[in-house]
């Protein structure tokens, strides 16, 4: 098993860390628009959920704040043993088997791993109030 580094902010439009930040076949967290979530990586493969077990909706990872891997396979709740998949999020072992976590859209680009929704800072300091607004 891994563990990971406490969670992450970033600015809105910033990334959220380097593919090379979260552990190859481990966890990192982080914060997306002020909700925890946690990057899984396989390879060159990223995924994110949001930090929530479907079991008791309570977060994953253990008091010290590290989520727990296994194999590059599946992240463990620290708190039933609950087993999820890296690729869809799907409790395959444990209390809550059949749910799943929630999915956070990530995008990589250049190496570096965005909230899939996030905007350039730029962009959005240019939106304004529409002519017609006025
Ligand atoms: S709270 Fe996650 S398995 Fe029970």
């Not at 296994?70 to 869809?88: G, I, K, P, T, W």
């Not at 809550?96 to 995008?107: E, F, N, S, T, Y």
């Amino acid at each position: 098993m891994t563990s990971c580094c406490p969670a992450l902010e970033h600015a809105a439009g910033a990334a959220l860390c380097r593919i090379e930040d979260i552990p190859d076949g481990g966890s990192l967290s982080v914060q997306i628009d002020a909700q925890p979530v946690i990057l899984l990586r396989r390879g060159m493969t990223v995924w994110g959920y949001l930090n929530r077990c479907p079991h008791f909706s309570v977060t994953l990872d253990a008091a010290h704040g590290a989520v727990l891997t296994y194999e590059a396979q599946v992240l463990m709740c620290a708190h039933h043993s609950a087993l999820f998949r890296f690729e869809d999020g799907l409790c395959i072992e444990g209390p809550c088997q059949g749910a799943a976590l929630d999915p956070q859209p990530l995008r990589v680009a250049a190496g570096q791993v965005y909230a899939a929704d996030s905007k350039p800072r730029s962009a959005l300091a240019r939106l304004g109030p529409r002519s017609s607004d006025r």
